[in-house]
């Protein structure tokens, strides 16, 4: 009895709720877009991370370049970008 999993009860994970929200804001802002007469039929979404600065000396950029790789800077964002392809074939 105590040691059931949330999931075996038919609770969505946590993980599982906050996909769904997210999806869900991803799913209006597309059709924001839709209304404002964009063209979604080329549209690619990439992902993206924005880094510290080259001349960042905090501790974590300071390892990263002691280890010369520069995914292991802080990261300040991370996310994505919706591109409108506007060219057409």
Avoid: N, W
Avoid at 13 to 24: A, G, P, R, S, T
Avoid at 54 to 62: F, H, L, N, Y
């Amino acid at each position: 009895m105590f040691g059931r999993k949330s999931t075996e009860r038919g609770f969505p994970k946590h993980e599982e709720i906050v996909l769904h929200k997210v999806m869900e804001q991803v799913e209006k802002v597309l059709r924001q877009m839709q209304t404002e007469g964009k063209d979604l039929t080329r549209v690619r979404i990439k992902r993206f991370q924005k880094t510290h600065h080259v001349s960042c000396r905090c501790q974590q950029c300071k390892s990263a370049e002691e280890k010369k790789d520069p995914r292991l800077r802080g990261l300040l964002e991370d996310g994505f970008k919706v591109y409108l392809d506007k060219t057409r074939e």
